[in-house]
């Protein structure tokens, strides 16, 4: 279907009607997701990432460790966070995913450098006369 409308003058536009769109394909369908990101211990992680693979779509978990991500149909998500061992999962409704410390805190080395002198609790201060 055309339009032609005159403006006078001798200008004159011309409107196509549209295409119809394009049918979406199955992998272009995007669909909800709500799950909540927990430790070994139960408790939530708050503001561990989860990310679509593949793609700069991700949130951060709230303050009870919980998630809603809008992603394309069949999508994986990535979930990490700092110290946990980050984990790769199909996309479900309602998921709880649990992360693992990534170290052993029975493993850690603290190491000192440097060379401080120590002083007596309660010494005067320089300037101060007896």
Do not use: C, W
């Amino acid at each position: 279907m055309f339009v032609s409308a005159s403006m006078g003058g001798g200008n004159s536009a011309v409107a196509a009607e549209s295409p119809a769109p394009v049918a979406e394909t199955q992998d272009s369908r995007t669909i909800e997701i709500s799950g909540k990101v927990i430790d070994t211990n139960g408790q939530p992680i708050i503001g561990a990432t989860v990310f679509e693979t593949g793609t700069a779509n991700g949130i951060t978990t709230d303050l009870n460790g919980g998630f809603t991500l809008t992603v394309t149909e069949k999508a994986t998500l990535e979930f990490s966070y700092v110290g946990y061992k980050p984990q790769t999962l199909p996309a479900s409704q309602g998921m709880v995913v649990t992360l693992e410390e990534a170290l052993d805190i029975d493993a850690v080395v603290v190491v000192g450098y440097g060379v401080q002198k120590s002083q007596p609790f309660g010494r005067r201060r320089h300037g101060q006369d007896g």
